[in-house]
């Protein structure tokens, strides 16, 4: 039999990037040896074992395992027998898996029956179909924890905390979500419709995203020269299997360019392999120092220790904001807290546990929180994720939620729409005189100042076409770099200006 890989998923097994289902990111527990990142079988079997006689003893419990096992099978077969209605014997079994799996209060502990299993197994390819964004089940709710740079997700608008409550005119109260991400998921070119509750804004929001195929090119860099300085800039969308062998080539080559700073970018990153993270700290956190650290049930801990030889002459700055998760989180806070380098931005997600998939003979699977991990120092950032160093706000209108036009707004209108729309009009060089919410006779006049520049009819009234425009120039702004905050800064410490 296969070795069984610990997962340290972003947030959950399905993932919206993957489209088909399954989860984008696959991670690995380490054990004693620092090489490897895999634990056998039968270790996992041992630890298991070991943590289940412990809550014996603990508990003092005088009920045997046969008793349980008895208990169960007497109330499957009282439903089975006895229910008004014909039951389902499988979907009753599989039922009671999942509410096993839901008293345990962990949105990370979920039972995927053997057709998702399988969509899980196929989604590990180089691109999928979907819109491009990693989801949890917080407190009930389908929750975004991060949509990929450049994916549809991210061009319609959603972001970070974003609770999806209807796909496509349809509440999904109640709906696991694996239900729910079989709704999102579909084929090239098609559009799904998702009405989401947004943190700070009264109303819910509908946000149309067309599916579109997410290649997991997890990887890119280049050099911006500034002030007689080069910069490298390493730009981390995931951390898949081969994410460290890319990110090791790309920094040769900065280095090989004699670069006097580097940038290296996670915003937006929602994890991926472990394995991958170890290995890209083994290349920049200074050796002898802890990358991660693995925490089992009894408190003990196994560190992964870096290997690197001879420590870098050149300052790190790292980038992280909310859509920021697992491995992205270990990877900025051992930059920070063993690496001693400035990172910039926002608190990232908060993602902090380990899971492990676990076969059953039917080709279904059980996924189980087995360990937490805990930063370089030691901290546990489940559920608050990595402070910055130096904390960067990006512009308002980077926040600005989409607009979703059936009447065009117009004078003397107040609502959130009229609000976001004058908070791009501002983020994109006109002069709303507001952002209050309220169409008064100065947001009409840049709205027609608007309409003017680009060629469009001038009516002062943001309509349907307008408000696509208008939403399509800040999506342009947002990913220019004299527009971002946080990456100016980083340029900034990098060039001592």
Same mark, same amino acid.
């Given at each position: 039999m296969k070795n069984m890989r610990i997962l340290f998923p972003l947030v959950i097994v399905l993932s919206l990037l993957l489209g088909a289902g399954g989860m984008y990111a696959v991670m690995a527990a380490v054990d004693g040896d620092n090489s490897s990142v895999v634990l056998e079988e039968s270790q996992v079997k041992e630890m298991i074992e070991s943590n289940e006689n412990e809550v014996e003893e603990v508990s003092g419990s005088i009920e045997t395992d046969e008793d349980r096992m008895e208990k169960i099978e007497q109330a499957f077969q009282v439903i089975s027998d006895r229910y008004v209605n014909e039951v389902d014997e499988s979907e009753l079994l599989e039922g009671a898996i999942s509410g096993m799996l839901e008293t345990l209060d962990d949105p990370y502990s979920v039972y995927m029956d053997a057709s998702t299993a399988e969509e899980f197994m196929e989604s590990l390819d180089s691109s999928f179909e979907g819109i491009g964004a990693e989801v949890s089940m917080t407190n009930g709710k389908v929750t975004i924890v991060a949509p990929f740079r450049?994916?549809?997700? &991210?061009?319609?608008?959603?972001?970070?905390?974003?609770?999806?409550? &209807?796909?496509?005119?349809?509440?999904?109260?109640?709906?696991?979500?694996?239900? $729910?991400?079989?709704?999102?998921?579909?084929?090239?070119? %098609? %559009?799904?419709?998702?009405?989401?509750?947004?943190?700070?804004?009264?109303?819910?929001?509908?946000?149309?995203?067309?599916?579109?195929?997410?290649?997991?090119?997890?990887?890119?860099?280049?050099?911006?020269?500034?002030? @007689?300085? !080069?910069?490298?800039?390493?730009?981390?969308? !995931?951390?898949? &299997?081969?994410?460290?062998?890319?990110?090791?080539?790309?920094?040769? /080559?900065?280095?090989? &360019?004699?670069?006097? @700073?580097? *940038?290296?970018?996670?915003?937006?990153?929602?994890?991926?392999? =472990?394995?991958?993270?170890?290995?890209i700290g083994n290349l920049i956190i200074p050796g002898g120092e802890p990358i991660v650290q693995i925490e089992g049930r009894d408190g003990e801990r196994t560190r992964h220790i870096s290997n690197l030889e001879d420590e870098k002459e050149y300052p790190i700055i790292t980038l992280i904001d909310e859509g920021s998760?697992? $491995?992205?989180?270990?990877?900025?806070?051992?930059?920070?807290?063993?690496? +001693?380098?400035?990172?910039?931005?926002?608190?990232?997600?908060? /993602?902090?546990? *380990? #899971? #492990?998939?676990?076969?059953?003979?039917?080709?279904?699977?059980? /996924?189980? %929180?087995?360990?937490?991990? =805990?930063?370089?120092?030691?901290?546990?950032?489940?559920?608050?994720?990595?402070?910055?160093?130096?904390?960067?706000? #990006?512009?308002?209108?980077?926040?600005?939620?989409?607009?979703?036009?059936?009447?065009?707004?117009?004078?003397?209108? !107040?609502?959130?729409? *009229? /609000?976001?729309? #004058?908070?791009?009009?501002? +983020?994109?060089?006109?002069?709303?005189?507001?952002t209050d919410g309220y169409f008064d006779r100065q947001t009409e006049e840049a709205v027609t100042a608007f309409q003017e520049r680009e060629d469009l009819e001038v009516t002062g009234e943001i309509n349907e076409e307008t408000a696509d425009l208008l939403q399509q120039r800040v999506i342009e702004s947002v990913q220019d770099r004299d527009s971002d905050n946080q990456f100016k800064k980083a340029i900034e410490l990098l060039t001592g200006e």
């Open positions: 450049d994916s549809p997700a &991210e061009e319609a608008g959603l972001r970070p905390n974003d609770q999806i409550i &209807e796909i496509d005119g349809e509440d999904i109260e109640g709906l696991s979500l694996n239900e $729910a991400v079989l709704q999102i998921r579909g084929e090239k070119g %098609t %559009t799904v419709t998702l009405t989401i509750e947004r943190p700070g804004v009264n109303d819910p929001i509908e946000i149309d995203v067309v599916r579109d195929e997410i290649p997991l090119i997890t990887v890119y860099s280049d050099i911006v020269e500034e002030d @007689g300085k !080069s910069i490298g800039v390493i730009e981390l969308r !995931s951390f898949s &299997e081969n994410t460290a062998e890319l990110f090791e080539e790309e920094l040769m /080559k900065l280095e090989s &360019e004699g670069i006097d @700073g580097l *940038v290296i970018d996670v915003r937006g990153n929602p994890g991926g392999f =472990l394995q991958s993270v170890e290995d998760a697992s $491995a992205s989180e270990i990877l900025a806070a051992a930059l920070k807290e063993a690496g +001693g380098h400035d990172v910039v931005g926002k608190s990232t997600f908060g /993602k902090g546990t *380990v #899971q #492990q998939t676990i076969p059953m003979e039917d080709g279904s699977q059980i /996924k189980l %929180t087995l360990f937490r991990w =805990l930063t370089s120092a030691g901290n546990d950032i489940n559920k608050e994720g990595v402070e910055p160093t130096i904390e960067v706000d #990006q512009p308002d209108y980077f926040y600005a939620s989409p607009l979703n036009i059936e009447d065009p707004l117009s004078f003397d209108m !107040s609502s959130d729409h *009229v /609000k976001n729309a #004058q908070i791009m009009l501002k +983020g994109i060089g006109e002069d709303p005189g507001r």
